[in-house]
C-alpha cells in the first residue's frame, strides 16, 4: 500500500468509527428517552389510579406528565371560565388562588401551563377528555390525586357567580350554565375506562 491509501484507508476506518459511535449515542439517547417515558407514565399512573393503558396515553395525550397532573382538577373550572366570553380578572384570581391552595407554586410547570390555559382557551375537546378522566380518577379506589366530584361543581358554580351581576354576585349566563350542567353530566353518568 501507499501512503495516499493508508491516509484514505484510516479517514474511511475514522469516519465509521464516528458513524458508529453516532449511532451508538442516539441509541443510548433513545434507552434514556424510552425509560423516562416509562417513569412517567408509572408515576402517572400511581398518582391517579388509573391503570387502563388507553386511559394513560390520553392523559399524555393532553399533556399531563407527573409534574402537571394536579392541574387536571381545574379543567372543568376553565371550562366554566372560558363559556361565555372569556376569563374575567375575578375568575382568573379564584381560579389561580384555587392552584396554589392545591399546591401549585408560582413559577412551577404546571403553573405556567395554568397562565397559558388561562391566557388561551384549551380544546373543547380537552375539556371532554379530562372530565371522562377526571370521573374515572374518582372512580379508581387508589388515586392520589385530590379530587371530588361535588366540591369542583361547586367550584365551577363560584367560579361562575365570580363575574356576573353587580360586584360578581348573581347572574349565571346560560353558556356557563350549559357547562356546568355538562360538567354534572360527567360526573354523574361516570362510564369508567374504556
Not at 20 to 38: G, H, N, T, Y
Not at 117 to 133: G, I, M, N, Q
Amino acid at each position: 500500500m501507499t501512503i495516499n491509501e493508508d491516509a484514505r484507508t484510516e479517514h474511511i476506518r475514522a469516519q465509521e468509527d464516528e458513524y458508529f459511535r453516532k449511532k451508538d449515542r442516539e441509541l443510548v439517547e433513545r434507552l434514556r428517552q424510552v425509560d423516562a417515558e416509562a417513569k412517567a407514565r408509572r408515576t402517572l399512573e400511581q398518582e391517579t389510579g388509573l391503570h387502563d393503558p388507553g386511559m394513560l396515553r390520553e392523559l399524555d395525550a393532553l399533556g399531563f406528565t407527573p409534574d402537571t397532573i394536579a392541574l387536571l382538577p381545574l379543567v372543568p373550572l376553565l371550562q366554566v371560565a372560558w363559556a361565555k366570553a372569556g376569563i374575567s380578572a375575578a375568575e382568573r384570581t379564584m381560579i389561580l388562588n384555587l392552584a396554589r391552595s392545591r399546591g401549585i407554586d408560582d413559577g412551577s410547570v404546571a403553573d405556567h401551563v395554568l397562565k397559558l390555559w388561562l391566557d388561551v382557551k384549551p380544546s373543547e375537546e380537552t375539556f371532554h377528555k379530562a372530565a371522562r378522566l377526571i370521573s374515572a380518577i374518582i372512580e379508581s379506589p387508589d388515586h392520589r390525586v385530590h379530587v371530588d366530584a361535588e366540591e369542583l361543581l361547586e367550584y365551577c358554580e363560584k367560579i361562575a357567580h365570580a363575574s356576573g351581576g353587580i360586584f360578581g354576585i348573581g347572574v349565571v349566563s346560560a353558556e356557563e350554565r350549559a357547562a356546568i350542567q355538562e360538567i354534572a353530566a360527567s360526573f354523574h353518568n361516570r362510564r369508567g375506562p374504556s
